[in-house]
């Protein structure tokens, strides 16, 4: 029997939209508000989705305390109240939009969990905008 | 890397669930409450989601604002504020319930996408009762 | 001990604002969308707070079972599924405003309500717009 | 034209986390605070979906007024206000998991639908953790 | 300045409503399904509002992250997860009502507050139902 | 007849809590993750309260759409995707704490109305953090 389990997280930080091979008009032209050379920020909500079976001797997919903590330690340490562009090495080379943090995300969580549980991502923006990976 | 980006929007708008075809009485023993002769509304809340490549110069897979602004141009600018069984074209012989209402919505989008972006369409006619296409 | 008690209801209306002593110009000038002749419609949430002693025999300042059937009969059973303006006898002279929607509530409740307990109404018409009697 | 509808409801239960083939060590090792003997409780907050071809005549999946009766009788007159070990027979022998509620719920639902409407439960044991079935 | 701070916190719990004073009968009456010999539960959520004056060199009334503790301290390990009736002394001879568990909290955590700072507490037992002490 | 109406806004921004007449240690102390020099950032959700008289004509004590608008030009625009506390003159020489933010923008809103109408301001930095003022 395979069911999908939902754990929630959150962490606040601050990011900028910004293509270094381009001009300044463009990057303004393309990314406007969000390309403020002074950063802005967002309560990033996050939704973790594990498929897997379900162990009858304890009706779990997986201990949720333990997927709260490995979301704490590769997610909340590295992003809560952190500088995306500036102090999250994954952003050196890669625009922070919301689709690269989502994928980010899936690809630290990934190498963490055993090879039989499927793994989705969902990351909130704004109460209006959001991704998934894997679509 | 197909990423899924969602966006929401809302629109109130008034409507009444009638078939012309039956008698009152039938309309009445089907529809209840919602075949108020004088209408009733709802705060409709639509989840757009759509699905594509994510171009590495941007890290979008579609600029947000064009989003919000083609849902502003299909459906706010069309339902808001409307009576969606005698102001909109669309529910002259098509009965606006929910599902209806939602296929309508997503074959408006639909024709102003791109065909390398899939498309899914959620509306919320309450936070208790909403629908999904495609299913 | 005093304490305050909320309860949550909801209803789904539709409505017009239209000062019938107006000009249509000025109708449409004043209430903008909200005008459509042809009506447009909410999902209203309401929140009923009730304040009075705790009965420390029951530990309840109102039984809120009785305070549901209460707003059922008050307030649902009037207003749920239906047009303000032409169903409901409270509107057939008082422009249907949240703020007008919210004081008739507030009256109709009071009537009935002990007393000994006070009563505050908030009326959400749309998440991002709501009102309060009293203030 | 396949349209999925959702339906939302809720009931407020308590239970416990305990294999009875376990210590009491083991038991409190895995389940922690959940394996409390005098138990704990939630609000479950219950999505169902149903997918199906929109009937042109109504413009309706299922009458959404008998998916509520529908879940009314099969869920919350069993488990609204139960404990789920003791009150709830399904649990006699299967521990009362978030995962495990929602495949019973999956279950029951499932007898009663007709067999050309596909069915999904999505059940929130908290805001934060939440499982669905099938995945 | 004096402005007013507010934190979020929850907790889960079993409970039940009963006095023994009264008749099976009587309770059975009074409180109907909350009477449940056997419990049920809420996933409670509370809201602490602190009001006091701005401190000019931190622009904090209070720090959340001690206020954050104080009600970990005070409520979460207290309540969460366990049974009020049987588990928290504070009900040995309270009935544990929404309307009781909000003024235990307000006196738990207003014997750790200054004097200086004035304290309310709202406690959710659902969306559609809550409480505020003081009034 | 005096009625509270509300009106919802939100903006995203990035800040930090930093006070220059402080060692670099006592602000990590003070203010801990919230004092990364890089900044953090947030979705502010503001809740703007005005009470006033019910104008008879049309129903209203302010016209939405204006305080909308005033919501818009002098909260809006000065901090939606800003960095507090390079970007916005006010906070040059003040902390950007929710408690001062939420003062700031009480200050910008009192200026532009009536006197006949009365204000609150509450901000909420996180859906668990929120502020009011006046208290």
């Known amino acids: 029997m395979k069911i999908a389990v939902f754990r929630r997280a959150h962490f606040n930080a601050a990011h900028r939209l910004h293509n270094p091979a381009w001009s300044d008009e463009k990057n303004q032209a393309v990314f ?3 390309n403020n050379p002074n950063y ?5 909500e996050l939704e973790v989705k594990v498929v897997g079976e379900v162990d009858p001797e304890t009706g779990y997919v997986i201990d949720m305390g333990a997927l ?3 979301i704490y330690e590769e997610v ?3 992003f ?3 500088n995306l562009n500036l102090d999250v090495p994954e ?4 625009i922070p939009s919301a689709e690269h943090i989502c994928f980010v995300i899936w690809q630290l969580l990934r190498q963490r ?6 793994l989705a991502v969902r990351l909130y923006e704004t109460p209006r905008n959001y991704v998934e990976y894997p679509a």
Not at 40 to 44: A, E, I, P
Not at 91 to 94: G, R
Request: charged share 35%; net charge negative; glycine share 8%.
């Open 40 to 44: 802005h920020g967002h309560n990033y």
């Open 68 to 70: 709260k903590q490995l």
């Open 76 to 78: 909340e340490q590295r």
């Open 32 to 34: 406007g508000l969000c």
């Open 113 to 118: 969990l055993p090879d039989n549980l499927d």
């Open 80 to 82: 809560d109240h952190k």
């Open 91 to 94: 952003f050196k080379d890669l």
